[in-house]
């Protein structure tokens, strides 16, 4: 059964830095792309990022670009998310989610951030 | 990135149609056919229920169609239910992988 557990998110003054894990089991993680999807309070999904299967080409939302880095652990079937300089507008439920067909077909139960003054 | 254009909010009597419509450019939904749609009930954790525009998962129900058309894709609700009272999200590939969700359409059952 595909499984995808967020975790590492939490309450991070403005300016600083957490790092986001998506732990995965069903499948492999090399075979898929994942995506990282928020939604702010109040707000709609916002696509973030997404890393191929290959695992060398990563894309970010011009939103995020220069801030946010993707990364993964085969060995450990996880995917992170390095947030820095994070700014008020990055509060909301992060959610990873496994690639097929250029479509979201299974997401996680997601992980809150908020970036407080 | 510009969010795809969504109506905010739907309204429809059980049993009935409702279509929602997700506008883009020709750089997103009018140039790729990698549309999909997702349902959100408050709370829950988003389900795609429509993939490469008119793709439904196994286990979907086939009162969701999809459908595109130019620049703009639509999502189709067929006798309308009140467990179909949810948010919904258009997304669309839009090229050097990367992607772009719709607004969202607040959907509600009457």
């Known amino acids: 059964q595909v499984q995808l557990v967020e975790s590492g998110g939490g309450v991070v003054q403005r300016g600083g830095s957490l790092r986001l894990s998506c732990t995965t089991s069903?499948?492999?993680?090399?075979?898929?792309?994942m995506h990282w999807v928020r939604q702010g309070p109040g707000k709609g999904l916002e696509w973030v990022a997404f890393l191929r299967n290959d695992g060398s080409h990563k894309c970010y939302a011009d939103s995020v670009q220069g801030r946010f880095t993707l990364s993964r652990d085969i060995s450990k079937n996880t995917l992170y998310l390095q947030m820095d300089s994070l700014r008020d507008e990055d509060t909301a439920m992060y959610y990873c989610?496994?690639?097929?067909?250029?479509?979201?077909?299974?997401w996680g139960q997601g992980t809150k951030v908020t970036v407080s003054s | 990135q510009s969010a795809l254009t969504q109506p905010a909010s739907l309204s429809g009597s059980p049993t009935q149609s409702i279509t929602i419509s997700c506008t883009g450019t020709?750089?997103?939904?009018?140039?790729?056919?990698?549309v999909s749609w997702y349902q959100h009930h408050p709370g829950k954790v988003p389900k795609l229920i429509i993939f490469?525009?008119?793709k439904r998962p196994s286990g979907v129900s086939n009162r969701f169609s999809g459908s595109k058309s130019g620049n703009t894709a639509s999502l189709t609700i067929s006798g309308l239910q009140a467990e179909d009272e949810a948010d919904y999200y258009c997304c669309s590939y839009r090229r050097s992988n990367t992607w772009v969700f719709g607004g969202g359409t607040k959907v509600t059952v009457l």
């Open positions: 069903g499948f492999t993680l090399s075979n898929s792309g």
């Open positions: 989610a496994k690639d097929t067909l250029d479509a979201l077909d299974i």
């Open positions: 020709s750089s997103d939904v009018g140039g790729y056919d990698y």
């Open positions: 490469d525009v008119t």
